[in-house]
């Protein structure tokens, strides 16, 4: 399994990118993506998740309501659309799978089996 992060960039205050998550080599229809980030200095956070059996989404309560994360089942690729972007968002952005999820999306990233490489996004003006 591999995943390939790509979308980030250089954006300022109250805009918007959309990162996406593309997956190959997956051997089951019933996986999670989850979205985590980790800026300078801090530790890494889960931002979303999202599992292809369940209906609905995890948003940390730091991102609800500016951020959502989508599948496009076609070609298995995750999305996390960020809208109204903060400075604060600053990190680079991470997205993971987990195989074999017949329920909500694991909120933890050590449940995560497969990682791809990060992008970075920056907020400023």
């Known amino acids: 399994v591999q995943l390939q992060a790509s979308g980030g960039g250089l954006v300022q205050p109250g805009g918007s990118l959309r990162l996406s998550c593309a997956a190959s080599g997956l051997t089951t229809d019933y996986f999670a993506i989850g979205w985590f980030r980790q800026a300078p200095g801090k530790e890494r956070e889960k931002v979303s998740c999202?599992?292809?059996?369940?209906?609905?989404?995890h948003y940390a309560d730091s991102v609800k309501g500016r951020f959502t994360v989508s599948i496009d089942y076609a070609d298995n690729t995750g999305y996390l659309q960020m809208n109204s972007l903060k400075p604060e968002d600053t990190a680079v952005y991470y997205c993971?799978?987990?195989?074999?999820?017949?329920?909500?999306?694991?909120?933890?990233?050590?449940?995560?089996?497969?990682w791809g490489q990060g992008t970075q996004v920056t907020v400023s003006s």
């Open positions: 999202i599992s292809t059996s369940a209906r609905g989404a």
């Open positions: 993971a799978t987990k195989l074999h999820v017949e329920g909500t999306c694991p909120r933890s990233d050590y449940e995560y089996e497969y």
